[in-house]
Structures are given as C-alpha cells and as structure tokens.
C-alpha cells in the first residue's frame, strides 16, 4: 500500500539497515580476532540474530505483516534457540 | 463418461485435454491431482527398487557366511535401499501423493496455492532420485556409509559419497517446497466456513508435517554441503586432526533426520484418522486434541534428536535430557491411539480393505512406538544400540506404520482417483499376506538383536542362523503380497466396476464431489458450516 511519500522513507531505512549490516559483519570479523574462549559462538550467534532481525524486519517487510505472520516467525526463532541450547548441553559438559 | 446431472458439462481430470497432449500433459500439468498421480508412479517404481535390494540382502543373511556377494556389495546395497527408501519414498510418500491429490479437495481448494512450483518440485524430485540412483554405477563404487553418511567415514571412504549426499540435497528442495505450498494452501485457500478446526484431521496432519518439511530439511541440506565440502577442500568441520568434531555431523544430521521420521509418520496417522471415523460411521472422538497433538508432536520432535547418539560419546547432561525430551514426545502419539480406539468403541465397523490396513497400522506401531521407549531410555539403548533390534523397530514404525497407512490410503482413495472399484477379495488375501510377511520378517529381528546380531552385518554367527531363515522367508512372503496387491490395485484401477461417487459413506468434502474429480474438483466453491465428520 505503498505510496511516492512512503517510498522515499522507505529508502532511506533501507539504506540504514543496509549500513548496520555491514556494520554487524565488520564486528562479527573484528571480534573473531578477541578471544572470548567459549563465548565467541554466542557473540557471533547474538550477532547473527540482530542482522537476521533486521532483515526481516524491513527487507523481508514482516514489520507490516499480520500479527500472525510474526507469531509463527516468532516461533520458528523460539524453536531456533531451543535447538542451540540442547546441543550446548552436550557441549558444555562434555 | 458424463453423470449428466451437473449443470457444468463434467469432464474428469483424467480426461481433461490442456495445452499438452499425451505425456506431455502429465510432465508439464500444473493440477495438483496429476502431479500426485506422477508422484505415486515414479515413488512405486523407486519402492520397487528399493523392495529388490531388501530381498538380496535377505537372500544374503539366509545362511552364515557368504552366500550371493561379497561384504562391500552389501555395504553398498543396503546403503542404497536405505537412501532410496528414505529420500525417494517414505520422506515424499504420503504427502506428496495423497498429500497433493486430497488436501486441496478437503478444504474445498481448486488447486494448491502455487501449482507451477508444485510441478517444479516433481521435476527436482526426478533429478535428484536419478542422481541417487546413478551413485550405484560410477566406477567408484556405489556410498558405503550406510544412508546416515556419517562423518569422519564419509569423508575419507573412496565411494561415490558425493554424488549421493548431493541427490539427497537436491531431494530435500523438493520436499521443502512441497511444505511451503502445504502451508500456503492452508492458511489461503479453505473454502468459506473453513476455519481451521473445521479442516479434516488429514490436512491438519499435512500442516504440521509441511512446517517441519519447510525448517527442519535445510538443515540437513547444510549438512550434507559442509561433509561435501569437507571432502573437496578438507575444511575440518568434523576432522578433530583439524579442529573439527565428528559429533557435529551426527547432531546436525539428526535435528533433520528425527523430525524427518515425523514426516513420515504424521500424515500417516493423517490418513489413519480419516479412515477410522468413515469405517465406524462415528465422530471421530477427541477431533482437537488428534488436531492438535500433530502440532505437539512437530515441535516436541524437534528437540529429541540426540537419542540416536547415547553411545557416541556425548555428555552426561545430554544424554538424560533426551531421554526425558524422547519420552515427552510419545505421548501425544499415545493419545492420537487411545483416540482412535475410542472412536471405534461402540462403532458399527465395517471390516473393508482399507478399515483392514488402518487397523494393522495401529497394531505394527504400538508395537514400533513401545519398543522406541526401550530405545529412548539409555541403559537398554546401548545394550541394543545398532543392533538387529534397531532395524525391527525401524521397521515396524516406517513400513509398518508408514507403509500400511500408504496401503490404507490407497485402498480408500484409489476408487475416488480412478473412478473404479478394486476386487475386494483380492485385497483382503493381499493384505492377509502381507500382514503374516511382514511380521515374519521383523519380528525374530527384535530378538536376534537382544541376542546380540549387530545390523548392518554381511555375517553372523551360527546361533542366530534360525532367526535369521525365518525373517529371510518373511521377506519372500511379504513381496510376494505386495505383487498380489499392486496387481489387484492396478486391475481395479484399469477394468474394474464404476466407482460411485461415495463408496464408503464418508463425510468429508472428496466424496461430495464425482470420481474421478473434474479438473477444478469443485463445481461451485463449497460452504462450510459443521466439523467434518458428523455421522451423529
Ligand atoms: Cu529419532
């Protein structure tokens, strides 16, 4: 339902997103570099989710979705995280 | 071929001329009721296949030592009839067969929400299964690895790994965009009055199935490109020499595989629970919690996956946690049974070929489903861990389960497909013997496996030569059935009576409609006013 004003707004948040993005991915390489020891797969995971977020949000347009569009998203990334913590159990104790 | 009571001239889908002629109308059809049908043939021919390796891997156990081949041969046979039987058969089975054919018509659907894409999904599925089929022939050798293609094996073996690991990439598009136009037709194209807990219990099956179609593939899509890749360029995923670690591949591998076995099983108790109500004449009794213990057992089965790898070495923790998680998830499988069994109590059955195979679907999967409780628990796990008794289970959930809700299907919906009547003597000495055959087959498994016999073994030792002699000739009985059934089905299909439109009085939308079904199924989009089976 897009019109010409809504458009050129739309530009420019696309432009912002893009630049986060490339933002996260200059972190994502920086910190790859610190040693976090354990933690360096759940900073890149935390990054991964902001970028993915993002792009979701605004290039994949669920921003202006139903409700139950972003419920079922929401709960794909529920399962998503629950998939990672239960390999983790084996990880963290082995 | 016309009833002459519609106001549309009927023409039925069969006999519907589109753009293309001859077999060019079937490969380039875009209706939803073709491609099921292009599906069936190409998946019956791949079981034929798959049917045959079985059978000479049972000649090969028949006798201790080596009797028709050499042990790589075997290797590569049963690596083969586990791919095939898997990717090209049981995974894409139910759903996109009947899947295809019937969830558009019983939610009152003219089609699936993207049938060009429907179309597109047969053709990769071909591709793929030609690639699996051609890694039998490369010089190579055919993959070794068993169909799990377990790393760090798989990544050193000098078989054609490769080729097959990428059929079963490719295989997986298929199935993940048949789950993405599931779920769109679901939420799309219900007819008025439609809401969701007014869908039969088939569709609701096929919706939870297609969400695990749709997440759960690609993971063992990236999998198999990270063992590729690992091939080619020895990255070091899963070389612990470079860093790596071989249980990664086995947790990415079964967070898909297990769900995996989900798409298998779910819309078979989909079928199960249409078949019931319409052979009791009976409401079909708890319609939400069978709606909706599909949804349970989608997600639930997501977080199980690690009770295939208590003996490889992963933590303590992990270890009791899937137990727990793998035990959750037999209950709602325990309520769709308890719910059918209600459904049939006081019911006026009606004891026809398909009620016949619903009923042994039942009986094979309690059997499946309790004897994966002694698999779920870990002290029994890793007495029988990769024995004989792994396969009997196995078995007796997919072919048992999975298999017989396929039989089920075919019989139910064969007359509404063709438009004829199968003989039903036929069938039921069919599926008398394929009911004894089968058992013969897996039943002295479990028990060779408690004894010890390790699968996936080309040899054993003399005590287990008389358990393995019966199973041996209970495969011979069971294929002998499964010929006696498929010829009955295919003379039913091409010479037999005129089907009428409700054979069975069932009460779902496909038998409002003529059969064969018109092009569009329906003439006027129907109205939806009342749960799906009411007998009452
Ligand atoms: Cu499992």
Not at chain 1, 65 to 85: D, Q, T
Not at chain 2, 344 to 365: E, R
Request: hydrophobic share 50%; net charge positive; with cysteine.
């Amino acid at each position: 339902m897009a019109n010409n004003v809504s458009h050129t707004t739309e530009y420019r948040t696309l432009g912002k997103v893009l630049l986060f993005l490339m933002l996260c991915t200059f972190l994502t390489i920086t910190v790859t570099g610190i040693h976090l020891g354990p933690f360096s797969v759940t900073v890149a995971l935390l990054i991964a989710c902001a970028k993915a977020y993002t792009v979701m949000t605004y290039f994949m347009h669920l921003k202006y979705e139903s409700l139950l569009l972003k419920l079922l998203v929401g709960f794909v990334f529920v399962l998503f995280v629950l998939i990672i913590l239960i390999t983790f159990i084996d990880y963290a104790f082995r | 071929m016309s009833s002459g009571t519609e106001k549309v001239e009927y023409v039925s889908y069969l006999d519907h001329q589109g753009k293309y002629k001859g077999i060019l109308g079937w490969i380039f059809a875009t209706d939803h009721k073709r491609i099921a049908l292009l599906y069936m043939y190409s998946i019956a021919a791949f079981f034929f296949v798959g049917v045959i390796l079985g059978l000479l891997m049972k000649i090969e156990l028949a006798a201790p030592g080596q009797t028709i081949m050499k042990p790589q041969t075997y290797n590569g046979i049963f690596t083969v009839h586990g791919v095939i039987m898997i990717f090209m058969v049981v995974i894409p089975g139910l759903s996109a067969v009947f899947g295809n054919f019937f969830l558009p018509i019983l939610i009152g659907a003219k089609d699936v929400s993207f049938p060009k894409l429907n179309r597109f999904s047969w053709w990769i599925f071909i591709v793929g299964s030609i690639m699996a089929v051609a890694s039998q022939f490369l010089r190579s050798g055919p993959p070794d690895t068993g169909w799990t293609f377990y790393a760090p094996y798989s990544t050193t073996t000098g078989t054609s790994v490769i080729l097959a690991t990428s059929a079963a990439f490719v295989l997986g598009f298929s199935s993940i965009l048949t789950g993405l136009n599931f779920i769109v037709t679901i939420h799309q194209l219900r007819a008025p009055g439609m809401k969701f807990f007014n869908m039969p219990l088939f569709p609701w099956a096929l919706y939870a199935t297609a969400w695990i179609q749709l997440l759960a593939t690609p993971i063992v899509g990236i999998t198999l490109v990270m063992l590729i890749a690992e091939r080619l360029f020895g990255i070091g995923f899963f070389d612990p020499n470079l860093g790596g670690d071989p249980l990664l591949y086995q947790h990415l591998f079964w967070i898909y595989s297990h769900p995996a076995v989900y798409v298998m099983i779910l819309p078979a108790m989909g079928v199960i629970s249409e078949i019931i109500p319409t052979f009791t004449q009976r409401k079909i009794y708890g319609y939400k919690a069978i709606a909706l213990s599909s949804l349970a057992i989608a997600g639930v089965g997501f977080l199980v996956w690690g009770h295939h790898m208590y003996t490889s070495g992963m933590s303590e923790q992990a270890r009791w946690f899937f137990s727990l998680l793998t035990f959750v998830v037999a209950v709602p499988s325990a309520i769709k049974v308890f719910n059918w069994l209600a459904t049939m109590y006081k019911g006026s059955i009606d004891l026809k070929p398909p009620f016949l195979y619903a009923l042994s679907f039942i009986f094979l999967f309690i059997i499946g489903g309790t004897t994966g409780l002694l698999l779920g628990s870990v002290a029994t796990n890793i007495q029988v861990h990769d024995t004989a008794f792994v396969v009997a289970h196995f078995h007796y959930i997919i072919f048992g389960g999975m298999g017989f809700a396929f039989f089920a299907a075919i019989h139910y919906w064969s007359p509404k497909i063709y438009g004829r009547m199968y003989d039903f003597k036929r069938a039921n000495i069919a599926w008398g013997i394929i009911f004894v055959g089968f058992n013969m087959l897996y039943f002295p498994q479990f028990i060779l496996g408690f004894q010890g016999m390790p699968r996936r073994y080309f040899d054993y030792l003399p005590q287990f030569q008389g358990g393995q002699l019966v199973s041996s000739i209970g495969g011979f009985i069971l294929a002998t059935g499964l010929f006696l059934m498929v010829r009955n089905l295919v003379l039913g299909a091409r010479k037999g009576e005129i089907a009428p439109a409700n054979p069975w009085n069932g009460s779902t939308l496909e038998w409002q409609i003529p059969s064969p079904p018109s092009l569009e199924n329906f003439d006027e989009e129907p109205v939806i006013k009342q749960n799906p089976y009411d007998y009452e």
